[in-house]
């Protein structure tokens, strides 16, 4: 079993649509998630930073933990074409590892 | 929120010849910095994982003659693909991470190098 699994997509949705992206991981003792987008060609660039169960809002984004099922949870509402890219979920375990999602590849459709 | 650089953004060279490719933190001391390699439409694939001074820890079947990783300052790591063949093409990452003190750390990631060989 993967540390983090996501589904891969591709996701598609009209403009204005919320969205939700999902990842499910293995180890209860997991403790910091992260959401990352990454448009193509690019490096991905870090969107949200969580840590413990609940909700964390930034602007149009809203990451959702819930530890007791180990899901997290990544919202987008109005969701715009520019918000087009490939979404990943990670988390951080022991200091300095890292496990990651393979993304979610999303088309907001004007 | 963090900044890390990488130079170049696209690089082409001649298959035989070496490559070398710099991440930088600009705004913050990196304790650890990572390098990914990710195939069109794949996730990420990590390579290795090095320390300032220290040297890099290999993934499983990364073949650390033939991708050198030095991480010279807390703010440079250098990655250099040495005998460049076609097969070395791909898009490069690298990445980052500090302490945050009590609350854990998060990673940030360079914009990605372009690697063609021909």
């Known amino acids: 079993q993967k540390e983090v699994e996501q589904d891969p997509g591709p996701l598609s949705v009209p403009e204005g649509a919320i969205v939700s992206l999902n990842c499910t991981y293995s180890?209860?003792?997991?403790?910091?998630f992260m959401w990352y987008r990454q448009y193509s060609r690019k490096g991905p660039e870090l969107l949200m930073y969580?840590?413990?169960?609940g909700n964390k809002e930034d602007g149009r984004f809203t990451a959702q933990v819930d530890k007791s099922s180990k899901y997290i949870s990544l919202f987008i509402r109005d969701s715009q074409p520019s918000d087009s890219a490939t979404y990943l979920c990670?988390?951080?375990?022991?200091?300095?590892?890292?496990?990651f999602g393979s993304g979610t590849k999303l088309n907001v459709k004007p | 929120g963090a900044v890390v650089s990488q130079h170049p953004s696209w690089v082409i060279c001649k298959s035989g010849t070496s490559v070398k490719i710099e991440c930088r933190s600009l705004?913050?001391?990196?304790?650890?910095m990572f390098w990914y390699r990710q195939f069109p439409k794949q996730s990420l694939m990590l390579m290795a994982t090095?320390?300032?001074?220290?040297?890099?820890?290999?993934e499983q079947g990364v073949e650390k003659d033939k991708f050198l990783i030095n991480h010279a300052s807390l703010t440079l790591s250098t990655l250099t693909v040495t005998s460049a063949h076609p097969e070395d093409s791909s898009f490069y990452i690298c990445?980052?991470?500090?302490?945050?003190?009590?609350?854990?750390?998060?990673?940030?990631f360079g914009e990605g190098s372009w690697l063609t060989v021909v």
């Open positions: 990445s980052a991470t500090f302490d945050r003190a009590s609350s854990g750390n998060t990673i940030y």
């Open positions: 180890n209860s003792a997991f403790q910091y």
């Open positions: 969580t840590y413990s169960s």
């Open positions: 990670a988390t951080q375990y022991n200091f300095n590892k890292f496990y």
């Open positions: 705004d913050f001391q990196a304790t650890t």
């Open positions: 090095s320390n300032e001074g220290s040297k890099a820890t290999y």
